[in-house]
């Protein structure tokens, strides 16, 4: 074998190892692409109703379709036995949700996919935080007219309403809106977590 026929095996072997490594990296990133808006389409639909309005646009903690419910939780009126839905540490729940809203409009924008979708929910999201902080003090004090954008803020307004409209098939709820009013109110690490994802 010559010396140019053995680099060209080389360039050749080379090339053949370029093709497959980026064919296969275009099919590991179609994967996990694909994983990650079904994981994106299950918030949407089991953990958050997106829109303006009480409760809407924060997220659930979590949810456990068989955990039984205890004094921690709020019975509604579901036949079933069991089912759980969860809204803890609700700003800082936020806060990741807007720190994934803000990776994901990249994203989509770097890749030349459709950002209307992800600007909606950024809007909406940005409305929720807005009316954390406006209803505020309605909240703990009764009087409306000390309601004010100031940046003092509840944890969550998930209500009763709120909760059935997401999960009308689950037992109870917990929100610290309707069991721990004298805890919703923010902390320094649910303003930490909030500000994360504003950052992003």
């Known amino acids: 074998m010559t010396r140019n026929m053995i680099l060209r095996s080389l360039i050749l072997v080379f090339l053949c190892f370029c093709t497959a490594n980026q064919a296969f990296a275009s099919f590991q990133k179609d994967a996990l692409s694909e994983k990650y808006e079904q994981y994106r389409d299950r918030l949407r639909k089991d953990f958050m109703r997106i829109g ?76 929720a935080i807005n009316r954390l902080d406006e209803s505020a003090e309605s909240y703990l004090s009764g009087d409306k007219e000390q309601d004010a954008l100031n940046g003092f803020l509840i944890r969550d307004d998930i209500s009763d309403e709120a909760a059935v409209l997401l999960h009308p098939n689950l037992r109870c709820f917990n929100s610290d809106y309707v069991q721990q009013k004298d805890k919703n109110t923010m902390s320094q690490d649910q303003l930490i977590g909030l500000l994360f994802g504003l950052r992003a």
């Open 52 to 127: 303006e309005g009480k409760g809407k646009s924060i997220p659930a903690s979590n949810i456990h379709k068989s955990l039984a419910c205890g004094s921690q939780h709020k019975v509604h009126l579901s036949q079933n036995e069991t089912g759980a839905i969860r809204w803890g540490d609700a700003l800082i729940t936020l806060g990741d949700y807007c720190a994934v809203l803000a990776s994901e409009y990249a994203w989509y924008r770097k890749s030349g996919q459709s950002t209307v979708k992800t600007t909606e929910e950024i809007y909406y999201a940005i409305l």
